[in-house]
C-alpha cells in the first residue's frame, strides 16, 4: 500500500513565478492538507480540503490556492512567487473522522531564486 | 488560539543515555497533542497521540511521552537511545482528536546520538 506521494521533490523557480505542486493521498483517504516548513521551523498549516472544497484555512495570503479532485488527490498552487516561498511543503493526507491520524509525505522542496 | 513551545532546540545524549525531548503547549481547549519525528529528507512520521484517554502514552520504537495538564507539558522521553533515533521531533497540538482538525507544531528539536 503506497503512503502519500508528492511530485515534484524538488523545484526551482525564480520570483513572480507560478508553480503547482501536487499529492496523491494514501489510499483510502479523503481529505489533504498542505503545510509549509521553512527552514529551521515547524511546519505551519496552509489549508485543507476535503469533498473538494476547502474547509480550513492558516494565515497565509491568496496566492496560495489550491484543488482537491474527486479522486481525492490534491494540487498546491502558489503565485507571484517571492523568495520568503522557498521551504519543503508538506501534504498530509487523513481519513475524516474522530481519532484518526495525518500522515505525511516527504515532501517538496521549492527554492525561489 | 494553540501554541507549542519545544525547550532546547539540539539535544545531544550517548548511544544508551535517556531521551528527554520538551514540549509544553498552549490551549484554550482541552488539547490533543501528538509528537512526530523527521528523518533527513523525510516527511514528518507520527511517533505518538493524546486524545485524552491515559495521560501515558507508548509510541513507536521505545518512546512514551505523559500528559501533565498542571504542567502544560507533554515531554518525550526514551530510556536508551540508538543511533538510529538521531533526527529531528516535533511536537504538536490540536483542538481536537480528528484528521479534520489543523495541527500547530513547534520549531520542532534535533536530537544528536553520539557513540
Known amino acids: 500500500d503506497a503512503g502519500v506521494t508528492q511530485s515534484p521533490t524538488h523545484l526551482i523557480k525564480t520570483r513572480g513565478q507560478q508553480v503547482t505542486l501536487r499529492c496523491s493521498p494514501k489510499?483510502?483517504?479523503?481529505?489533504v492538507s498542505w503545510y509549509q516548513q521553512a527552514l529551521g521551523q515547524g511546519p505551519q498549516f496552509i489549508f485543507q480540503?476535503?469533498?473538494?472544497?476547502?474547509?480550513q484555512r492558516g494565515n497565509f495570503p491568496d496566492r496560495f490556492s489550491g484543488h482537491q479532485f474527486p479522486n481525492y488527490s490534491s494540487e498546491l498552487n502558489v503565485n507571484a512567487l517571492l523568495l520568503g516561498d522557498s521551504a519543503l511543503y508538506l501534504c498530509?493526507?487523513?481519513?475524516?473522522?474522530?481519532?484518526?491520524?495525518?500522515?505525511f509525505g516527504p515532501g517538496t522542496r521549492l527554492l525561489v531564486l | 488560539a494553540q501554541s507549542v513551545t519545544q525547550l532546547g532546540s539540539h539535544v545531544s545524549v550517548s548511544e544508551g543515555a535517556l531521551v528527554l525531548l520538551r514540549c509544553n503547549y498552549s490551549s484554550s481547549v482541552p488539547p490533543y497533542l501528538f509528537w512526530y519525528v523527521q528523518y533527513p529528507n523525510q516527511g514528518l512520521q507520527l511517533l505518538l497521540k493524546y486524545t485524552s484517554a491515559a495521560t501515558l502514552v507508548k509510541g513507536i520504537n521505545g518512546f512514551e511521552a505523559e500528559f501533565k495538564k498542571s504542567e502544560t507539558s507533554f515531554h518525550l522521553t526514551k530510556p536508551s537511545a540508538h543511533m538510529s533515533d538521531a533526527a529531528e521531533y516535533f511536537c504538536?497540538?490540536?483542538?481536537?482528536?480528528?484528521?479534520?482538525?489543523?495541527?500547530?507544531f513547534g520549531k520542532g528539536t534535533l536530537l544528536t546520538v553520539n557513540p
Open positions: 489510499s483510502g483517504h479523503d481529505t
Open positions: 480540503y476535503y469533498e473538494e472544497e476547502e474547509r
Open positions: 498530509a493526507s487523513s481519513l475524516r473522522g474522530l481519532g484518526e491520524t495525518q500522515y
Open positions: 504538536a497540538v490540536s483542538k481536537g482528536g480528528g484528521s479534520n482538525y489543523k495541527l500547530t
